[in-house]
């Protein structure tokens, strides 16, 4: 038995050394693939390796399955080595941390940083979730969503971009971020590629890294013709951070490019309701689109964790299966309180954007004269100027503003190769004094 054993063990060892040989050359493979642009997968190539590993398998008499086991293992395990990491969710999260580690021990700290609208919830949304309480509407529900809150959305929907939804196309989703997370993981594999437009929310590339995706991006609207191949698309319109709205001329052009490969579009519709021009509705251009929607933004109910998925029937229950598996479902009564929400949300919106027209016009005021190269956003909550400042470091600056002067900022770095450029939120409640103590950093800075 001892000979035995000790032939296990060399055999096992040099079944390390062959796996760290082979790790090597995949690493080469995906050095040689990104100098001539191409994908990480090669699905023809993988599947003719499949076929002679099989036939091995045979020959040998082993197990098929212990041999599918073994061979999507070492796919895997190439495809990740051949994913750049993503960094998370972005380092303007790291701010924040840090932000409230400060405001913990006593300090003030004015937080232009994150994506917290200055107002509240509609009122009837308190009472809705209170009572939803008292009829016991606290125990497990279905992942599909319950009828009020779908109803609602759906009429919402509706009326925001001009379209036919039903409330068999909703689901609810706790957060718009965990719905993206969730679409990703249901309907991508790893190695597919999925394109972003840049500058773009860190958690992007985050999400993909964790799933083991790649990443396509673009830096322009004019080079959609690079997510030829893609797998998916993330769109976000008004985008974070820079605020650009998609034209309808735009929506086309990478509609066209899209419909090639069927490739799903995944629109990102969080600051869907805070537009400052008209913004066309990507449902209604290209027909394999899925709606991703949030609470946290236009209404205010940050902390309720509220989103919500709108796609065809067949998405639906297939994501519905990803989130029972997961979270189980959205706590009713939170869905209670996210269908008053919407069930009032004309008149919301129509009185939400007049305090966002009036917080920007402030920021612009107040940042007048610093060095920042500046354009008024289309929409959202941000601003996203370049630092006009020799030798200027994004996450250096936004670290040392924090810590000398409890400034919070989002360092541009974030969003893709912008490291001379600062995200700021303008629609803050520490807008007014925030804004101005920006100002005067900027303008006394040394690097």
Not at 319 to 328: D, Q
Request: contains cysteine; proline residues 5%.
């Amino acid at each position: 038995m001892e000979d035995l054993r000790a032939r296990v063990r060399e055999v096992t060892l040099r079944l390390v050394e062959l796996y760290a040989e082979r790790m090597s050359l995949v690493r080469r493979i995906a050095d040689l693939k990104r100098e001539k642009g191409l994908p990480v997968r090669d699905e023809v190539v993988e599947a003719r390796l499949w076929d002679e590993v099989l036939a091995k398998c045979k020959e040998r008499g082993l197990d098929q399955l212990d041999c599918r086991r073994v061979f999507s293992f070492l796919i895997s395990s190439s495809i990740r080595a051949q994913i750049p990491e993503g960094g998370g969710a972005g380092p303007h999260v790291e701010i924040f941390r840090r932000a409230k580690e400060i405001e913990r021990s006593g300090a003030k700290v004015y937080h232009l940083e994150v994506g917290e609208p200055p107002w509240s919830f509609p009122p009837d949304v308190l009472d809705s979730l209170v009572e939803a309480i008292k009829r016991g509407e606290t125990r497990y529900g279905t992942s599909l969503g319950n009828p009020r809150f779908k109803e609602a959305a759906s009429e919402w929907l509706s009326r925001r971009d001009g379209i036919d939804a039903r409330p068999e196309e909703v689901i609810p989703t706790p957060g718009s971020k965990y719905a993206i997370f969730s679409i990703l993981s249901t309907f991508l594999r790893p190695g597919d590629r999925v394109g972003v437009l840049l500058p773009a929310w860190p958690a992007y590339r985050g999400m993909a890294s964790h799933l083991s995706l790649e990443m396509v991006e673009i830096s322009s609207t004019d080079e959609v013709e690079k997510l030829k191949g893609v797998r998916a698309f993330i769109l976000c319109s008004p985008n974070n951070p820079d605020g650009k709205v998609w034209s309808r001329r735009e929506l086309e052009s990478l509609a066209e490019v899209l419909r090639e490969t069927d490739a799903l579009l995944i629109s990102d519709d969080a600051y869907a309701e805070l537009s400052f021009v008209e913004r066309v509705s990507p449902s209604k251009i290209y027909e394999n689109t899925v709606s991703v929607n949030t609470l946290s933004k236009a209404f205010g109910m940050t902390g309720f964790r509220l989103g919500y998925v709108r796609g065809d029937e067949e998405l639906v229950r297939k994501l519905s299966k990803f989130i029972g598996l997961t979270v189980t479902n959205v706590p009713e009564f939170i869905q209670e309180a996210g269908a008053s929400a919407l069930e009032s949300a004309e008149g919301w919106i129509q009185r939400v954007m007049e305090h966002l027209i009036s917080y920007l016009d402030l920021a612009m005021r107040k940042l007048e004269g610093a060095p920042l190269e500046m354009n008024r956003p289309d929409g959202a909550l941000y601003l996203f100027p370049k630092v006009e400042l020799e030798g200027f470091n994004s996450m250096e600056f936004a670290t040392r503003l924090l810590e000398d002067r409890r400034i919070a900022v989002a360092p541009g770095i974030g969003f893709g190769p912008y490291d001379d450029r600062l995200r700021i939120t303008y629609a803050s409640p520490d807008a007014d004094q925030g804004l101005r103590l920006l100002r005067e950093a900027l303008q006394s800075w040394r690097s």
